[in-house]
């Protein structure tokens, strides 16, 4: 099997159905049922991978999209969730036990910051949220108690970059887990588990779905930690993706790599028409020439994807209200990696900024990236 993404998406793990037919069928099935109770108890083993017995624990449906993620992100397997925050709950549940303590980055997305700061501390778990752009934060945050380091690379909103390798040999050396949040670069222009990352975790619902009609996620772990958490956080928190969902994300996958190229090119153009806008006062967007870790984001990603945002000069929210509502193919909307643009108005305050600060955020889509810009450049005056 050649291990180009782009081949390995439509080829792998395809023999697992009727061969005559090019596309996997949906098996819309709650259970298993056996012949003799040898294979029926067989099924029961959740080490046994392609053998089921119930599907809120395994699907054969999901394998196949599994087995293509598992192999893009260059790991051991790959479990589906109903949704991003389901895998990412399971991966850093799957770390942690009374009194254990997490150090995680402060730009990481809202709802994990969520589960870490207000749900977490009822069983005793605490976090610490750090810069993470220099992995010395990583060891100054650490405690005897430390049992995970959370790392999202590039960051929610501003894209701010860990240096995987580093903190993951940090981590190694002190006996600690490390989970990676992959959405931003999917696995084909990012691999975590290359730079030593333990568990790589995906909001499915992004990139890899792709069309804005599923709500998914991802973990991708070794054999041996994948096996543990099938049997706990998988089995017993129960937050499997139903067959029909699981098949709408293999046919997104299969035009991963062709739609990261597009979004891609087109947030070039955005960042640069906005870069030369009077309006802005600075811009992120990791593809940049100015991009400040550019060295190091030349290190862990292939290519740059559809995210921008942007600092008016004017803090203003009525103006950066009225900017978001005069675009009219950027969507106002939440959520990212679909087929439409989007856009964002939101106040940000990351550790080292000394106040809240209004952001746009975009999505560049997959319409024209003229159109895109000139959409943009008709709306800039409400910034003036
Ligand atoms: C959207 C998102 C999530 C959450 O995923 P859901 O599928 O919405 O649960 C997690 N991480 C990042 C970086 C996201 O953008």
Redesign the pocket.
């Known amino acids: 099997m050649a291990d180009r993404p782009e081949t390995l998406i439509q080829h792998l793990a395809e023999e697992t159905h009727d061969r005559a037919a090019v596309v996997p069928p949906i098996y819309q099935t709650s259970l298993f049922a056996y012949e003799d109770v040898a294979s029926f108890r067989r099924s029961f083993r959740t080490d046994e991978p392609d053998v089921h017995n119930y599907s809120r624990v395994s699907n054969p449906t999901l394998d196949v999209a599994e087995k293509k993620v598992a192999a893009l992100e260059g790991t051991d397997r790959c479990k589906l969730f109903s949704?991003?925050?389901?895998a990412?709950s399971a991966a850093i549940l799957s770390c942690v036990k009374t009194g254990s303590h997490v150090v995680c980055v402060d730009t990481v997305?809202g709802?994990?910051r969520q589960f870490l700061t207000d749900y977490l501390p009822k069983f005793g778990v605490t976090t610490t949220f750090v810069d993470g752009r220099d992995p010395a934060d990583f060891v100054a945050a650490t405690t005897d108690a430390t049992s995970l380091y959370y790392l999202?690379s590039p960051s929610?909103i501003l894209f701010r970059l860990q240096d995987l390798e580093a903190v993951a040999g940090i981590a190694k050396s002190r006996g600690i887990s490390t989970i990676c949040?992959n959405?931003?670069a999917s696995p084909v222009y990012q691999q975590p588990a290359k730079f030593g990352i333990d568990i790589v975790v995906h909001?499915?619902?992004?990139y890899l779905a792709g069309h804005s009609d599923v709500?998914?996620?991802a973990l991708c772990t070794d054999a041996k930690r994948f096996d543990k958490i099938l049997e706990n956080e998988v089995s017993l928190l129960g937050a499997a993706l139903p067959p029909f969902p699981a098949w709408l994300l293999m046919r997104g996958l299969r035009t991963l790599p062709i739609r990261l190229k597009a979004v891609g090119e087109a947030a070039t153009r955005v960042s640069a028409c906005l870069r030369s806008a009077p309006e802005v006062a600075e811009v992120f967007y990791v593809g940049d020439s100015e991009y400040p870790q550019a060295a190091l984001r030349d290190k862990q990603l292939l290519g740059s994807t559809g995210l921008v945002t942007f600092l008016p000069v004017t803090q203003e929210e009525a103006k950066v209200i009225a900017f978001a509502e005069a675009l009219r193919l950027f969507q106002l909307g939440v959520?990212?990696g679909g087929h439409e643009s989007l856009v964002v108005p939101l106040q940000q305050q990351p550790g080292d900024w000394p106040k809240r600060q209004w952001l746009v955020r975009l999505y560049c889509g997959l319409e024209h990236p003229d159109d895109l810009v000139e959409d943009i450049q008709q709306a800039l005056h409400h910034l003036a």
């Not at 949704?83 to 389901?86: D, F, N, P």
């Not at 909001?203 to 992004?206: D, G, L």
């Open positions: 949704s991003g925050m389901a990412i997305y709802p994990t999202e929610s949040d959405s931003w909001s499915a619902t992004k709500v998914a996620g959520s990212w």
